[in-house]
């Protein structure tokens, strides 16, 4: 009977399927890496999202580049630099022989092109794109000059020591000129760099495949390929791990650590990042402009038990913005807030609010780097209860939070991954009052020796100097209270053991050059 | 039902397309109202915190966002006018090519999804009548109803654990394995997801099958056809099914409309790479041109489905004329 015959076809498909798909084992020189999202972008230029900036460099490069592991600049395309006295003039020494991967070659031109075209909004190639960070990254510059083939200049208008970070940054990173000119908008799905893997293919949706370049500068990576592949959902990815159809992933799941630990396949790597999570104050509000109000509220909260019952310890608890991956600059002498409901109620009434208040609390129902926002919120808000102040939660979609986050709401969570490894970028882009909104200073905090510390810090060269600059900014910061200060989280990767080599960069990158397969 | 004019068929066709404009534009309206009118900035979601003052106002001169909402809108429709879609925000892409891609793994899904439903609920359905009240029919319409009143968001997580991190016979999410992609290979993918997405609609499918079996199974000319000794089988595929197929086609068409919808979630639980994954993180973004795109291609599916579905009607039951 022809059903009969129908379902047979069918079940020899399917068993056809369950066979192939039996013997599909990953191969031994082509890591597969499980994203939460597949990139938006590829184009430096225009990058935005961890997942675009974790694949996009692997195939770009900057003249400075970040040693890996820390926020230390080492040399990139530039081999050398030299910034003149006044701060004011970078002259760059470019590496020689680096090739794009379409076999043009890099050099100032390129450089030069590169900027300009995010630059000058008159220029022929801006409307390939729109670029996010152009005015915070290149709007100080004054010029930019082709000395000779190998030497290019970049004239600032006023000095600005984190100019150099800026550098390291993705969206400064340098591209084929012909690509550009070649594909226009398009660049965004056909990436032509220097860096040590170049675009094979982009399936959307599907997979990007990216291959080693034989060719790099800096030897050729051991891995054949890099193959990215987006995991929406939690429990997927860890499927997919601990199955091996992928060899590394992020975003683990902190109910999960404990299992993947004990897990003889997989290997659980931690380290510390420069994010931190928050709770921003209105300084302008009637009663939390009061400091003592900030600090009983900051004393009112178990950060302790919040690390460890919600985040299951995949962060540590704060004490300022600056976590300890910013090393020396970070200040550890600053006023601790120990949880102490008794002290903070005290505060309270000395303030003369002895029966508490009421404050509206904005929670984000999820958003990047923002943990687990609403358990967190609701721990906030039982523990300042208990000292009498009643936070009302309303809670929001990311889309709609990050709006109404700038309205001035009385207090709202927040967190921070700052993308520069400046300290400038965790304090001066969040607490200088030239940063109130719609920049993100969303609770008003000015004080006017903080400001002027961290105008000074932008300008002042020199890491001693700067050292005293920022730990004074912090110890100011911690009395003044701004934030409920809650935690920096921890990042935390897990990979197949045969992954081998890798390792953890405090800006939430996953570099491959260095990794090899077991 | 439908009955319009003169002209047949065709002529039929062609005026339930062109009917299908007016629909499509009204569709277009609101999509575009509901999304700009939501709170949130494609330019500040995209830049985040980082940004300065400067950059997300350029952005947002740049993407087009400082025009007023009827000039946005004006633009916008005009291109779709002549086929463009426009550039995707966050991506920069083309919306049409990318929409389109994106709906061809919605569709497999679909595909996938309607024919475990089809096989299922028919199966399923036919047997609960023909054995009404038996052991087979009570087993059936209890999954049935659980069928139908499980999520596919939790039906999905499920499969996974047993089936692709317990069992390891499936994969846990995808299209295609990284290292490896042929047709068996996405069609061992599409196992989980269309399972996930079909069985709600087999359940549906199989309710309504069995009461519309049970009406004809009782009509004076099947006992005809058992008395003149026709075999049981013969009287069930012959006369049964091909009175009762109306109502199942109908509500087929329905579940066309609710698998598309359905592939949202199933999409994101499988990160399988179809329009519903996509259209969840372009909502997000606030990603006006693509969520724009894809809206008005369901809904051009949503009309074309229905339309099939009428035709279908006349080439099942001869009785209904389109004239």
């Known amino acids: 009977m022809k059903t009969r015959r129908a379902w047979m076809v069918t079940l020899v498909i399917l068993a056809a399927a369950l066979a192939s798909g039996a013997d599909a084992a990953p191969p031994k020189d082509a890591i597969v890496i499980g994203l939460l999202a597949e990139p938006v972008t590829m184009d430096p230029a225009q990058v935005t999202d961890l997942n675009s900036a974790r694949v996009t460099k692997r195939i770009f490069e900057g003249l400075v580049a970040q040693e890996l592991g820390s926020y230390k600049l080492i040399p990139g395309l530039a081999r050398s630099w030299d910034i003149s006295k006044d701060g004011l003039t970078y002259t760059f020494n470019l590496r020689p022989n680096v090739t794009f991967h379409d076999g043009t070659p890099f050099n100032a031109e390129a450089v030069k092109f590169c900027y300009e075209r995010q630059l000058n909004e008159e220029g022929p190639y801006y409307k390939t794109g729109t670029y996010p960070y152009v005015k915070g990254f290149l709007g100080n510059v004054q010029s930019i000059e082709v000395v000779n083939p190998l030497t290019v200049q970049i004239k600032l208008k006023a000095p600005l020591t984190p100019f150099l970070q800026y550098l390291a940054h993705q969206s400064l990173f340098i591209y084929s000129p012909d690509a550009l000119k070649k594909y226009g908008k398009d660049i965004v799905k056909n990436p032509v760099g220097t860096g040590p893997f170049k675009l094979e293919t982009w399936e959307p949706g599907v997979k990007v495949v990216l291959a080693r370049n034989d060719q790099y500068w800096g030897g050729a990576p051991k891995i054949r390929q890099a193959i990215y592949v987006p995991i929406i959902e939690a429990q997927a990815r860890l499927a997919a791990i601990k199955t091996g159809e992928i060899d590394l992933t992020i975003d683990v799941p902190p109910d999960s650590l404990d299992g993947l630990r004990k897990d003889p396949n997989i290997m659980v790597a931690e380290a510390n990042s420069s994010a931190v999570w928050y709770v921003a104050l209105n300084t302008r509000h009637p009663i939390l402009k009061d400091k003592r109000v900030r600090q009983a509220m900051n004393l009112a909260i178990n950060k302790d038990a919040i690390v460890r019952d919600i985040l299951k310890g995949t962060a540590i608890v704060s004490t300022g913005p600056m976590s300890p991956v910013y090393g020396p600059f970070r200040e550890e002498k600053t006023t601790r807030y120990p949880y102490d409901p008794e002290k903070a109620k005290a505060l309270l009434k000395e303030a003369g609010y002895p029966n508490g208040f009421e404050v509206t609390f904005f929670v984000p129902e999820s958003g990047s780097g923002m943990q687990q926002p609403v358990e967190m919120g609701t721990v906030i808000q039982a523990q300042l209860l208990a000292v009498g102040i009643k936070a009302k939660i309303q809670t929001m979609e990311w889309g709609a939070y990050l709006k109404k986050y700038l309205d001035g709401p009385d207090m709202a969570e927040m967190s921070w991954n700052p993308s520069i490894g400046d300290p400038d970028h965790v304090t001066y882009m969040l607490l200088s009052s030239d940063r109130f909104p719609p920049a993100f200073n969303a609770g008003f905090f000015q004080n006017p020796r903080v400001d002027e510390l961290l105008r000074k810090g932008r300008t002042t060269v020199g890491d001693a100097e700067r050292v005293a600059i920022y730990k004074e900014a912090q110890r100011i910061i911690a009395d003044e209270a701004p934030w409920i200060f809650i935690d920096h989280g921890r990042q935390i990767i897990i990979h197949r053991k045969r992954v081998q080599g890798f390792k953890l960069h405090p800006n939430f990158d996953l570099v491959l050059s260095q990794v090899w397969l077991q | ?323």
């Open chain 2, 1 to 323: 039902m439908a009955a319009v004019g003169g002209g047949g068929l065709p002529a039929y066709a062609l005026r339930r397309l062109l009917l299908a404009v007016p629909v499509l534009f009204g569709v277009s309206v609101l999509v575009f109202a509901v999304l700009h009118l939501a709170p949130g900035d494609p330019a500040a979601i995209m830049l985040g915190a980082q940004a300065t003052k400067e950059d997300v106002q350029r952005l947002h001169r740049d993407l087009g966002l400082d025009e007023p909402l009827v000039v946005q809108y004006v633009t916008w429709i005009g291109q779709v006018a002549r086929g463009d879609l426009g550039r995707s925000i966050p991506l920069g892409r083309a919306v049409l090519p990318e929409v389109l891609l994106r709906f061809k793994a919605t569709l497999l899904l679909t595909a996938g999804a309607l024919a475990i439903a089809v096989v299922l609920g028919l199966v399923a359905g036919i047997v609960s009548a023909v054995k009404q009240y038996s052991w087979l029919d009570r087993l059936s319409m209890g999954v049935a109803v659980t069928g139908v009143s499980l999520p596919v968001f939790w039906t999905g997580i499920m499969l996974i654990i047993v089936f692709a991190l317990q069992l390891r016979w499936f994969p846990s999410s995808g299209m295609s394995s990284p290292y490896d992609s042929g047709v068996t290979d996405v069609l061992w993918h599409l196992v989980l997801p269309a399972v996930t997405l079909g069985t709600a609609s087999a359940a549906a499918l199989a309710r309504l099958t069995r009461s519309s079996v049970l009406e004809i199974i009782r009509q004076d000319y099947v006992r005809s056809a058992r008395a003149k000794g026709l075999a049981e089988r013969a009287v069930i595929a012959r006369h049964v099914l091909k009175n009762a197929i109306n109502p199942i086609i109908t509500v087929l068409g329905v579940q066309i409309g609710f698998l598309l919808g359905g592939a949202i979630l199933t999409e994101t639980v499988f990160s399988w790479p179809g329009l519903g994954s996509m259209m969840v993180r372009a909502i997000q973004a606030r990603d006006y041109p693509l969520v724009q795109g894809g809206v008005l291609l369901i809904a051009t599916t949503f009309v074309v489905v229905n339309l099939a579905v009428d035709l279908l009607y006349a080439i099942f039951d001869p009785r209904i004329r389109y004239d």
